[in-house]
Structures are given as C-alpha cells and as structure tokens.
C-alpha cells in the first residue's frame, strides 16, 4: 500500500485520510500515475480514483528529450493498463492522448462510449493508414463519436507530404469532426499541409475550429474559400511565404468569429494581400495578427490600426498583435520616434501596448515593433538592445540583431522574457564592452549564468567571437544535451584555443548537430572536442 511519508519518516496509510484530503493530494499527482498505483488496492481507493478528475482525460504520453514518448516504461505496465484498469474505467473518459504507435492496441482495449477528444502523437503515414483502415476503430470511435482530434507529426520525418495523405483522408473518415489542430511537437517539422491545389476531399461541413501549420498564403486562401461551410474559429502559422497561384476570392467570410494568422518571415505585399482578406471577415470577434513585412514610407502605428483594420471589423472585441514593419530611411531626418509611435495608441485604452524603433544607419533601415502585451506570440525576430524585457511564454524562436554590442546582461534579460525558447539566431559583429570575468564579484557563479531549459538551435555564424564564448563558457551560459549549432569553423576554433580550452569543452559536449560555415579543412581535434556531435 502507497505511504506519505514525513521527513522524521512516519508513515500514514492512506486509508487514515479524509476522501477530501485524498483528493486534494491526489489531484497535484499525475493521474496515469495514480490509475496505475491505486487501481483495485481496495474498494474505497476505487472509488476515489474513478472520480472524473483523474478518468475525464488520460494522458498516456510525456514529453522528454524534445519529444513525445510513451508513459509506458515497460510492457507490464502497458498490458495492466490494457486489459484492467482501461476497460474499467472506460466509460468515464471523454479525452484521451495517446503515442501513435499503441494508439491501436490502447483504442480496441476497451469501450470508449463517451469519448469525443483524441490526441493522436508522433503520426507516421505508415501507422495513420494502419490506423485509419481498421474498420472496427473508423466504423466505430472514429465515424460516430470523435468530434475533436489533435495530431502531430512525427518529428523525425521529413517526408513533406505525411500532412497531405493524413489531411486527404481524415474528414472522410472523423465525419463529425468539429474541432482539429495540426500541430508539430517542435517548430522546426518540415511541413505542408497540402499541394497547390488541395483535394476535394478536405473538406467539412461540420467543422467549427481548425488550428493548422501551412506552406503558403495561398493554402490559407483555399482553407477559406468555403470548402468549411461552418467554421468559426482559423488558427493558421504560415510556414512560408510562396505566392503561387493565389485563387481569387472575393465573397465575405461570415461565419467566421475568430482568425489568427502568424508567420516568422517577412511578408510580401501587405496591402494586397493581408487587408483585403480581413475586409472579407466583417463578422469577427477575435482577431490575431504576428506578422512582420516591408512598408513604404510609414510604419505600422495605431493610427494606421484604427484605420485600416479596426474601422473595417465593427464587431471585433479582442485584437492582440505583433507587427514588426520594416523600412528604407534613405538618409531621412524626420523619423519617427518611439514615443512618436507610442502617441498613436493613446485612444486603445483598454489594452497595453509596446512599442520601440530602431535606425540602422549602415544598412539604411527602420524597424518598428508594436505590440499587444501579454502577448500570445510564438516568434520574436530582431530584438534589439531597446527589448524593453516582459514574459513571452509562447515565443518559441527568436533573432537576435543590433550594430551595438550586446553584453551579458542583455542575455539574461532575453532567457528569462522567453523561458521556453528553442531557437535562438545571433547576428552582432560588434565586440563586447564589459565581458564577464570568469567570477563575479561575489564569486558566486551561478547567480550571472544564462540559463536555456528548452534551447534546440543555437545559429551564431555571423557574430563577433565575443558571443562564441558568450555561449560555450559553461560558466555563462547553461543548456541541455542535443543543441544544433551553426557557427563559423575558423571562428570557433580560434575561441576554443584550437579545440583545447577547458572552459568552453562542457557545452561543447551537449553539441549533437554542428553546421560548420567557411573552412571545409578540419582539425583532427574537433571531433573530440565534440564528442556527441554529428558533424555536417
């Protein structure tokens, strides 16, 4: 029987507490857990764990290492949970989250009359057509109970057509779908939703929310062209920004109340292409828009806001945003300044808005960010020393760029704005002012470390080599195991003492994908230097 133990190592037995207090106990625990320790310990331990609070929604996948895995440690555990605890807990759970690959056994394991929620993990073309073919499953669960699906792709393939033959099926076969997200269990999936133009077949008249990664502006064009009669909500990330064959669509959007549209690259043509498509969405309630393009001689502000969005959307109640415009000064004399561009929001009282621009004289261009905080962004390119800090806890991607230096302060302050950061771009060749010591001035050294928990890429092939050692002295900056780095080889070698320096050889061995730019020679040091890395 499970104990709760103190710290003077008494024991309570579980049996010696409240319903209410097991309850408030149980609920901090994971509820896989508890169904696995607790099912059929005695009829009261029974009774308790049957509460929907732990058998509404089963979560049988954890995420490590940067991917989605199995909750099962072993078979024991996977075959209990199938032919006990699932079938008798069956009829209480409505969402279950599940690794693809036991997504068949885990399914037929029992009769699932009330669930309407699947999370599909990690899907391969080979197991959703497997999947999808069973006929009692697509006959059954599929066919006349799952109203909302999620499913991600698996992220070690980099097959780009794995969305188009899941997406080419799945409506044929989740006739009462309402709500699906594609999603990616990292930002850096290879991914098409469809080709140019895609099949008759993706289509719904009963879907009400659809959340979706796409290749090109015009797949998010064909989304709306009314293929989805019913739908209300459209979350959709542009991948890339391929104008190919744009159709022509003029008819109003009028179903839909909520459209979220973002996208980490610059955006083309944003008058021909961003408003006219909003004008087409008179009906909305909730509007999202992170986009960032090239205008001509005046930045995105609130008075254009006012004017050109939200005077054409009567209805709109939310508009969160993160435009970032980008522009030619060509030696201008009266530009604008942030509290020149701050200024314009002053009537958009009831949100809080950022703002801030910079001039790079050498390279002729502004650039201006103004955004809606708290933001729900997931990219955050070009931040400058002018990054007035916050929480960004959505921000997946970021760029780093300045003809100023950046120090040591400016990366704590960017690893605690963006605490679940996964790839970070650094272009400065400016050389630091104030490097660190080696010690602080208190000699404490892990109160100046730079900590990524979440950092995947690390691209600092176009910096000063201040920064190399900015990121690879382990007593500045801190990461986990499996980094992709892309660096300058001559570069690294020179900060690394021809791959000889101690300090820089702890994050050096985290290293497990380096692009090595320039120098096509290498030291026959290196590969030991970067003992786990695969070298490209």
Known sequence: MLCLCSCSCSCIELNDLTDAILLLIFEKLDNFDILYSLHDVNKRLNKIIRDPLFTSSLNLVKWSSKKFLNNFSSNIIFNRYCLQILPDISMKIKWLYIES?????????????NLYGLALYNMKEKTARRLFTDKNLSCGIFKKQITRLIITIDQKKKDLFTKVKICSCIFSIFINLTHLTFSESSFENIVRLLIDVPFRSFSSSSLLALNIKVQSFSQCLYILDGRFSQLQTLYVDLAKVLLIDLPENKVKIANLKCFVLSCPWEIPSYEELILPLLYRMRNLEKLGLYLRFYVKDRFIDGNHIKTNILSHIPQLNIFSFHIHSLMFINNQLNLPSKEDIQETFIDLKHTKIISYVDYFREKQLGKCHVYSYPSEMQYYQYITNHFPGGLYKYVCLISLYDEHPFEHEFFIKISQSFPFLESLTLINNQSQKSKQSYKSINNDYNS?????NHLITLEISKVHEDYIEEFLFNRKTYFHNNIYLNINYKS???????????????NSAKI???ILVGEKTYSKCLRDYFPQAIIH
């Not at 100046?448 to 990524?452: A, D, K, N, Q, T």
């Not at 690294?492 to 702890?506: A, G, K, P, Q």
């Open 101 to 113: 690959s036991s997504a068949k056994h885990i399914l037929r394991a029992a009769d699932y009359s």
């Open 448 to 452: 100046s470390i730079v900590i990524y």
């Open 512 to 514: 497990s994908d380096i």
């Open 492 to 506: 690294l070698e020179r900060v690394t003492h021809s791959f000889t320096r101690y300090d820089t050889r702890i």
